[in-house]
């Protein structure tokens, strides 16, 4: 390595610790003023309890009451959310780390700051496996989009899990891009950390891997998993089963999550359940023509069913999370990509664009929880804007449309 380079890595390597520092400073600030967090704090309070302070089981009455007694200031009443792990044991492993940090703000602030770092990594690996070289204002506008979007933001502040695990899943397909088949088998076991944000990509992911006869992916997935759940059953026998109670009784008393639990706020039982149904089967259409398609064709193909993929989950009938949209910023970059080819100098108004669904996501934040039609409130309408979008646009680019953008000689 030559002088100039040396000194430019150098530099690089400050710029990191510098922004690094001002996140950390400014999540700081905002973590005393700001009360939250709520989601790292059930993940967070069992682990450390588990770990460290020498508790047996994640999923006892016991941890949960010490959940609520720190989020609640008591037992839970009424309709308040219980002190639940409702996660696979094995997500501990993953959160070890951060449950070594005694003081809950302090963590959060960890926490956040690592996840937000994750946001904008997931940016960097997106464009590469893609083989796409934004220019300086779609970047810009692509790392406000990642962060400071209403469904990416509230993931950040509450502190979901779903960003690590859309991180294990990117890094899953960008290992996937770079033929390195055991570290994307890794990484995808890795990913199930949050199984139902992944379940659907976890197939796809075998179903292509053994098209192409890339079998070690499959192998080394399988292998990880065998030995995340093996080291669980080893510290918790029982786990499965009580994780399997927690989230049948956290589903019932969580927020909505389905397309059925959602409409049923604004329309009547019966044809909210008729809509739901008509998107499970459009649903599964859309996957099995998106998953054929993919079916022993280069990567660049399979991305696009995984983009696809990762926005019809909302819309199956899955349990799933505004989270969970951070995992569909490939396919967003997917689409810059095909309209950074179709603007060519014109491209710049692609970083705008970006900017002003960041406003819209907020808008819709808004309706979502003060527009009343009736008598009742328009509750989660932010839930669908951002998928139905994508999906739509996904078919627009789709490979038989684009032969030459779905080359492997792109990446």
């Known amino acids: 390595m030559n002088k100039g380079k040396l000194e430019n890595y150098w ?17 700081y600030i905002f973590a005393q003023n700001e009360p ?29 009451l010490e959940v609520e007694l720190v989020h609640h200031g008591h037992a839970r009443e009424g309709k308040e959310i219980p002190g639940m792990f409702a996660y696979p044991y094995h997500t501990m492993f993953a959160l070890l780390p951060f449950a070594l940090i005694k003081d809950f703000v302090l963590a959060r602030v960890v926490w956040m700051t690592t996840m937000q770092l994750a946001h904008i990594g997931m940016i960097f690996l997106s464009t590469k ?17 990642a962060i400071f ?23 899953s397909l960008f290992f996937l891009s770079r033929k390195s088949d055991a570290w994307a088998g890794v990484f995808l076991a890795l990913s199930t950390i949050k199984p139902q944000m992944v379940i659907l990509f976890f197939v796809l992911v075998w179903v292509w891997a053994f098209s192409k006869k890339r079998l070690m992916v499959i192998y080394f997935s399988l292998v990880t998993m065998l030995f ?3 080291a669980s059953f080893f510290l918790q026998p029982n786990w499965l089963s009580e994780f399997i109670k927690d989230i049948t009784t956290y589903t019932g008393t969580a927020s ?3 397309p059925r639990a959602i409409l049923s706020y604004w329309m009547s039982v019966h044809l909210a359940d008729t809509i739901a149904w008509g998107l499970t089967i459009l649903s599964l259409f859309i996957l099995a023509y998106a998953w054929t398609k993919s079916y022993g064709r280069d990567f660049p193909v399979f991305l696009w069913a995984a983009s696809i993929t990762f926005a019809t989950m909302h819309l199956i009938g899955i349990t799933s999370a505004k989270s969970n949209y951070i995992a569909m910023l490939p396919g967003v970059i997917l689409l810059l990509q095909y309209g950074t080819e179709k603007l060519k ?11 002003i669904w960041i406003g819209f996501s907020w808008i819709f934040f808004y309706a979502g929880r003060t527009w009343i039609v009736g008598d009742n409130l328009i509750y989660f309408l932010d839930f669908y804007p951002l998928p139905i979008l994508l999906l739509s ?9 684009n032969g030459e953008m779905f080359s492997e000689e792109n990446i």
């Open 11 to 27: 530099s690089l390597i400050l710029l990191i610790a510098v922004f690094t520092a001002l996140l950390f400073v400014g999540n």
């Open 345 to 355: 100098s014109k491209s710049f108004w692609l970083g705008i664009l970006l900017v």
């Open 228 to 230: 995340l759940l093996g």
């Open 36 to 64: 939250g967090g709520a989601d790292f704090l059930y993940r967070w309070l069992p682990t450390r309890l588990v770990f460290v302070e020498g508790y047996d089981n994640p999923y006892s009455d016991q941890v949960e």
């Open 256 to 258: 909505p999550s389905t």
């Open 129 to 145: 496996m893609i083989g796409y070289k934004p220019t300086k204002p779609i970047l810009l506008g692509l790392i406000l989009f």
């Open 149 to 171: 979007t209403a469904d990416f933001f509230q993931a950040l502040i509450d502190g979901n899990p779903s960003s690590l695990a859309a991180l294990f899943a990117i890094l």
């Open 393 to 401: 646009l996904y078919y627009f680019i789709r490979p038989s449309k």
